[in-house]
């Protein structure tokens, strides 16, 4: 067995000490040997520490005793662990699960074989004491470092959560049982369950919020899918009633350029198109520099950064009726004159390619927004438990309130004291002087102030 204690620490000799005053009594009263009640201060350097471990772990030690630091770190010695007594309360969460850790842990044979791989863990604390105070600040202690850690919803609130594998130990419980008023520890409960409860309000109406906001995103992605297909479709229309063709079905030409105007000759149309293509600098804007069957032709300047160098690219466009710019080869004119020519045409006849895209576009948008909106539209179901809750909080928070306000005799005490002692002063102040010394002010005020009832919250 572990007993930890780091109030003092082990002296030999006829000192006395809280380690060889527990051990005396062991001896005594509980008839074990001495030499199996050990303290981990009698090793003075690793060799022996190593030794008393194994010994420890042969069974060689029944008892051991030390301080978090000498005895709460770097000792494997659970094979035969059964139980762990804390003597006092550390300061820091932390001791407490190092402690703890010295028999919970890995290797542990007798937990094992013989207890369903369980070890008991004894804290020893005296009701209406300081142990309150210590194991409130570890209390609040817990709660940050596990908010720090988990990520807990709620950013402007602790979450107390609860006593499990997670947080080990719940000292607000400890607390509540410390201070000798089980309404206190319902009181711990309750805001336990209340805590719980508001987070998942809160997590609900963050995700309601959310889905609130997807579906603004949603409806404005389809409104403008629904009004770019309305445009492609009426260009389209446009487009077929304008276009002429061969008789093999595929659209003439009718391709006009500035600079070359009046010139159908292929060759000269594409060259003025490199000659554009090469030297145009439209600073991100699109310029027009022609039509094809009514329909304008642009050309924009478009800047990239390639090794460190900065280069224009000019990339050309047929314009639709309204906003919609159809390219063909992603905008670049091919190197041959045909084909160079042809790119704007060609443009023009992905236009059902375009309208195609935008519907898939508007159906993958649309498909989550039933779930979207049923999350939206959707109430939280525990409304009534947390008002419950917090309803039987407040009357435990007056119950407590009223247990801990002094009663009526130490009111009616309080009173005579106040009484009393503003009659001696006054019978004082006669039998001295009409007009009290400074001297007489200051003995006056102390003596007030030594009957003032001092209240701590």
């Known amino acids: ?32 040997p001495s030499y199996e009640i050990r303290f981990i201060q009698e090793c003075k350097n690793e060799k022996a520490k190593k030794a008393m471990v194994e010994a420890m772990n042969r069974g060689d030690i029944r008892i051991i005793f030390g ?63 300081l142990d309150s105070y210590k194991f409130n600040l570890l209390h609040n202690k817990q709660l940050f470092i596990n908010q720090l850690k988990t990520n807990t919803l709620g950013s402007r609130t602790i979450d107390e959560g609860s006593m499990d594998e997670d947080s080990g130990m719940n000292f607000s419980e400890y607390v509540a049982v410390l201070s000798g008023n089980t309404d206190l520890l319902e009181k711990a409960k309750l805001d336990k369950k209340i805590a719980t409860l508001e987070s998942e309000r809160k997590n609900f109406l963050r995700e309601r919020d959310a889905a609130t906001g997807k579906l603004a995103e949603i409806d404005s992605s389809v409104s403008f899918h629904s009004d770019k297909i309305k445009e492609a479709k009426a260009d389209l229309a446009c487009f077929e009633k304008r276009v002429e063709r061969d008789k093999e079905g595929l659209a003439v030409n009718k391709l006009t350029i500035k600079g070359v105007e009046d010139s159908t000759d292929i060759k000269v149309i594409a060259a003025r198109l490199h000659e554009i293509e090469e030297k145009a600098r439209t600073k991100s804007e699109y310029n027009k520099i022609g039509e094809v069957y009514g329909f304008s032709i642009m050309v924009k300047t478009e800047s990239s950064s390639k090794d460190l160098f900065d280069c224009s690219i000019n990339r050309f466009f047929v314009k639709g009726q309204e906003s919609i710019y159809y390219t063909y080869n992603n905008g670049k004119l091919a ?47 525990k409304e009534d438990e947390l008002r419950s809750l917090k309803g039987q909080s407040a009357e435990l928070d007056r119950k407590i309130a009223l247990t801990l306000a002094p009663s009526e005799e130490e009111k009616e005490e309080t009173e005579g004291m106040k009484q009393e002692e503003a009659l001696s002063g006054n019978s004082h102040s006669v039998k001295v002087s009409n007009e009290p010394s400074p001297v007489q002010d200051k003995e006056e005020d102390s003596h007030s102030q030594s009957f003032r009832p001092k209240w701590r919250h």
Not at 9 to 16: N, V
Not at 97 to 105: F, K, L
Not at 339 to 366: D, G, Y
Request: proline share 4%.
């Open 1 to 32: 067995q572990f007993v930890f204690s780091d109030l003092g620490t082990y002296k030999p000799g006829g000192d006395f000490n809280i380690y060889s005053e527990v051990k005396r009594k062991l001896v005594e009263d509980y008839h074990i």
């Open 67 to 129: 301080s978090t630091s000498m005895l709460g770190t770097g000792v494997n010695a659970q094979q035969r662990a059964v139980a762990v007594h804390q003597l006092d309360t550390p300061w820091r969460p932390s001791d407490l699960e190092q402690r703890n850790g010295r028999a919970i842990r890995k290797g542990n044979m007798v937990a094992k074989e013989f207890a369903d791989n369980k070890v008991d863990v004894i804290i020893y604390a005296v009701e209406r004491s």
């Open 335 to 381: 190197a041959d004159p045909k084909l160079a020519c042809e790119n704007f045409v060609n443009a023009l006849e992905r236009i059902p390619k375009v309208i195609e895209s935008h519907e898939k576009e508007k159906e993958k948008v649309a498909a989550n927004k039933e779930i979207y909106t049923a999350i939206a539209n959707g109430t939280w179901k």
